[in-house]
């Protein structure tokens, strides 16, 4: 299987500034997941889809933030009014959830910097 | 709220010298699930190894084993004769019984020098 892939995989902003990342998961994975991680840190959830529904979001998540996953296939995270705050790698996971088993394969992530 | 401690932060060994990376969890659900992943300094997560917590086999891969005591709350992994390629942050972590949201350590980073 092809892995998850993420893109960009780098990405500089203004403060302020809207930026939007994309995740296309492995093939036939119902479930998407989106978690940040900052340095020296471990990834922290934000939220998952299972098909193209949204079905808890992290109170990391805040207003500013939005994701979507139209048709169930890849889905977007976006940002709107960056702030410094926000830089850290934000890292997209799929599983397909078959007999009670549910691992999660992850992307390399996008690295957002926020200036 | 579930919460996952790996003490150690940093260990650096020599090669071919065999390592353990401790992880303790706290958890109130009666199943849930362990895993452990391995970030390699490129960066990108790669999956070890997910135990169920009604599973306390251990289980050995290769070099890699893990240690699984329900009793002291523990998930242990050892690398056996490790490499300079076992170079990695290794983070453990578990779900709770909610089968989605994986919950992270800070990380262990293992450094092994030649």
């Known amino acids: 299987d092809t892995g998850v892939s993420q893109d960009p995989r780098h990405k500089i902003t203004k403060r302020g500034q809207n930026v939007t990342f994309r995740c296309d998961p492995i093939?036939?994975?119902?479930?998407l997941y989106w978690y940040r991680q900052t340095l020296g840190q471990g990834p922290e959830f934000l939220t998952y889809f299972q098909n193209e529904a949204q079905l808890e979001k992290s109170r990391l998540l805040s207003d500013r933030f939005s994701a979507e996953r139209p048709k169930g296939s890849f889905s977007t995270l976006e940002i709107q009014r960056t702030e410094q705050g926000d830089s850290a790698m934000y890292l997209c996971?799929?599983?397909?959830?078959?007999?009670?088993?549910?691992?999660?394969?992850f992307g390399p992530g996008t690295r957002l910097t926020v200036l | 709220a579930q919460k996952v401690t790996q003490a150690q932060t940093e260990i650096s060994v020599v090669e071919k010298e065999d390592v353990t990376l401790d992880c303790v969890y706290e958890?109130?659900?009666?199943?849930?699930?362990l895993f452990w992943y391995k970030q390699p300094p490129s960066g990108e997560l790669v999956f070890l190894i997910r135990?169920?917590?009604?599973?306390?086999q251990n289980e050995i891969s290769g070099r890699y084993s893990w240690n699984f005591q329900k009793s002291t709350s523990s998930f242990n992994f050892t690398i056996t004769a490790s490499q300079v390629v076992d170079s990695a942050v290794y983070f453990c972590?578990?779900?709770?019984?909610?089968?989605?949201?994986?919950?992270f350590g800070k990380g262990t980073l293992l450094t092994v020098n030649p």
């Open positions: 972590g578990d779900s709770g019984g909610s089968n989605y949201k994986l919950t």
């Open positions: 996971a799929s599983s397909r959830l078959t007999s009670g088993t549910d691992t999660q394969y």
């Open positions: 135990r169920n917590s009604f599973d306390e």
């Open positions: 093939s036939e994975h119902n479930r």
């Open positions: 958890t109130r659900d009666t199943t849930y699930y």
